[in-house]
């Protein structure tokens, strides 16, 4: 019923998927200058490491990348995070370090499907795809959904809770144990956003008068507005996981 197919082969879908799949994130998140040197070689470098999950009539359920690293395994060898992942793939294949471990960069589900299983779907083929091409094992920087409601809370106290069964009190780290994965390590400084205190105004509808931190909307940790600098700084955290 649902085929996993490289985003390469179909890019006719790229349009609605690009669509589709962005208005499940806040806009913030695009707006990483650490990502920017490394995008387009990602693109170059990893064309088969970006896939779309399609129903029969080829329309696209969800989508998903990554990129293969070398990593021997242990919490201290990890990347810094999301950034970081994306900075050692593009560096490493460049020095034509081989690589051993695939990093589930992002997954998405488009908003008129949710809830039927896709992501399980996505995650466990595209998992399976990874270990299949020799990339052995297989790591994600989450971004914990319910991690909003909590800004306050530092992440490492966060991936901590649990509900009364045991799994993770956010869903989406939930999805993830549920398909075999471990929590690994938090990542603190797994992206970093910055703007104008302009930009940040419009990237989250909300007026920021004077310097000091702010809760914003979609946000899991607080942003830092410097009306003198016109800055806005936003640093992400996210937690690690590894995949069975």
């Known amino acids: 019923m649902y085929e996993l197919i490289p985003a ?7 349009a609605e998927a690009g669509e589709r799949f962005r208005e499940e994130w806040p806009e913030f998140i695009f707006h990483d200058a650490g990502v920017t040197p490394y995008r387009e070689r990602r693109v170059e470098y990893f064309p088969d490491w970006e896939f779309y999950l399609v129903a029969e ?3 696209p359920i969800a989508g998903c990348w990554g990129v293969p690293i070398a990593w021997d395994g242990t919490v201290a060898d990890l990347p810094g995070g999301f950034t970081d992942s994306l900075a050692r793939a593009v560096n490493s294949y460049e020095e034509n370090v081989v690589p051993n471990t695939f990093v589930l960069m992002a997954a998405a589900v488009r908003s008129d499907e949710q809830g039927q299983g896709h992501a399980g779907r996505v995650i466990t083929a595209v998992r399976d795809h990874a270990v299949a091409r020799g990339l052995g094992q297989v790591i994600a920087p989450v971004r914990p959904t319910l991690k909003s409601r909590y800004p306050l809370t530092p992440i490492e106290t966060f991936m901590t ?3 009364p069964d045991g799994l993770p009190l ?3 780290l939930r999805t993830h144990v549920r398909l075999g994965a471990t929590l690994l390590a938090p990542a603190p400084a797994s992206q970093t956003m910055t703007g104008t205190v302009e930009d940040w105004e419009e990237w989250t509808n909300m007026p920021f008068p004077s310097t000091g931190t702010y809760t914003i909307p979609d ?3 607080t942003l830092q507005i410097d009306r003198e600098a016109n800055t806005g700084t936003y640093i992400e955290p ?3 996981l590894r995949h069975a």
Not at 8 to 14: G, H, S, W, Y
């Open 170 to 172: 956010d869903p989406w």
């Open 219 to 221: 946000g899991l940790t």
């Open 161 to 163: 809770w649990t509900r």
């Open 238 to 240: 996210n937690i690690w």
């Open 8 to 14: 390469a082969e179909a890019p006719e879908l790229d």
């Open 57 to 59: 009539d080829r329309r």
